[in-house]
């Protein structure tokens, strides 16, 4: 017959068995409500410290190189737009994402090659990054609409000279002395928001129903200025270079971008 002290011992036993069996219930629900309720998803931006300026039909615009972390819990982040202010007179430059480009770098024959993919929502894992080597231009493409029909009559213009049978360097000469070529020029001249100073660049990331704003600074050189201005004569160029299968000269222009 079993005596009272080992009744006792074994309804102990008992209960710290139906106590474990509880917990291993229990702590998953409570891994998950905390979790779900408790614990905050966080966006991280980190930037390598290159940007880059463009200047052509499409009007000015922007790449930056940037990697995102994910801290605490996967986000999805639904849009990324860039607010640029020109310092010293507060002019602004509202840019959306447009594609993102590539941070592998390849050559072919000689050439640096990006692949660029359209810009699309996309989701961070948990304490994870991605980059997003990102393209920012105008969303509403108001200079590219502004711009088009001055690239139309260029290229009107550009035709008449291989059909005449006239050599790349005569045509260049009287290319850039007709009155559509001035008249483009003067266009895409207004859309150059890239001039000598200091900028504010806005990085503005929305996830889920909240958006958080990565603020960086850069400085755009005498020297930086004027290689956009030559960007500006290729790609009136564009026309009638296609034409003769002579490749752009365009410039990269590249500025150091500082959180500071």
Known sequence: METEIQKATMTTYELLALIMAALALVIPFVQWAWRKWIVKADLKHYQTGHGYLFINRSGSYMRIQSVFEAINKSVSI????????????????????SVFTSPTNMQFIGNNAFMNEIAHPFRIEANHVFCAFTEYTDQNRSAQRTLSPYFTKLHEVACKYPLAGIVYNQSVKEYLSTDEYQKAKQAIEKELFWTIGKYKAEIIAQYGSKKKSFTL????????????????????????????????GMQTVEVQLSEK
């Not at 639904?78 to 602004?92: G, P, W």
């Not at 050189?221 to 002579?246: F, G, H, M, R, W």
């Open 78 to 97: 639904k849009n990324i737009s860039l607010c640029v202010t020109r310092e010293h007179d507060n002019q602004q430059r509202n840019l959306s994402w």
């Open 217 to 248: 600074r850069f400085d755009i050189t005498q020297e930086q200025e004027e290689a956009l201005k030559k960007n500006i004569d290729e790609s009136l160029l564009i026309p009638l270079k296609e034409l003769y299968n002579v490749p752009p």
